[in-house]
T-cell receptor
């Protein structure tokens, strides 16, 4: 079964510090995408970063980067220089490509940022 | 990035009535759209996959006669909650992708439904 697991229900970080959110997944595929989405209090889902499995280089988007370990099926999100606006629920997701690309989400990690 | 809209953003209805929620892809065509339900502080639960020109594919445990989905065009999918009850109160979100299976999905802003 293809599953996505986020083992940290809640995380907290001091403003300007760095935090890492963990995600593990299970798949038998060799080529796929992985996503991190952010859901702030407005509840609008926002794409944070995307990783292509065939690329060994970790994806980076400004202060957001991933540590992608394909063999370990691990896909963690690192947020550097945390800002108050980073406070949100963060979801890791994997598309089930043989079912029209429907996303399988992790349980979510609620990140709070302390001023 | 691609933009997806939802309407209405909030709706309050009486028990027993039906409510329609629209999901539109504003700047791209989407042969497939997805409908999710989300409870507070929980993850998104996929309800169904909406396919343009064909029947929707429902996830296990989702009543197809309760949650009617119509994908009338390449830019519009609708979810109708029929004979709504208080337990149907929730946050409903749609998503769409401008590409094929593994392309990035973009989400609508969600619809908060309250059934009295």
């Amino acid at each position: 079964a293809q599953t996505v697991t986020q083992s940290q229900p809640e995380m907290s970080v001091q403003e300007a510090e760095t935090v890492t959110l963990s995600c593990t997944y299970d798949t038998s595929e060799s080529d796929y995408y992985l996503f991190w989405y952010k859901q702030p209090p407005s509840r609008q889902m926002i794409l944070v970063i995307r990783q292509e499995a065939y690329k060994q280089q970790n994806a980076t988007e400004n202060r957001f980067s991933v540590n992608f370990q394909k063999a370990a099926k691990s896909f963690s999100l690192k947020i550097s220089d945390s800002q108050l606006g980073d406070a949100a629920m963060y979801f890791c997701a994997y598309p089930r490509y043989n079912q029209g690309g429907k996303l399988i989400f992790g349980q979510g990690t609620e990140l709070s940022v302390k001023p | 990035g691609a933009v997806v809209s939802q309407h209405p953003s909030r709706v309050i209805c009486k028990s027993g009535t039906s409510v329609k929620i629209e999901c539109r892809s504003l700047d791209f065509q989407a042969t497939t759209m997805f409908w999710y339900r989300q409870f507070p502080k929980k993850s998104l639960m996929l309800m169904a996959t909406s396919n343009e020109g064909s029947k929707a594919t429902y996830e296990q445990g989702v009543e197809k006669d309760k949650f009617l989905i119509n994908h009338a065009s390449l830019t519009l999918s609708t979810l109708t909650v029929t004979s709504a009850h208080p337990e149907d109160s929730s946050f409903y979100i749609c998503s769409a992708s401008p590409g094929t299976n593994q392309e990035t999905q973009y989400f609508g802003p969600g619809t908060r439904l309250l059934v009295l």
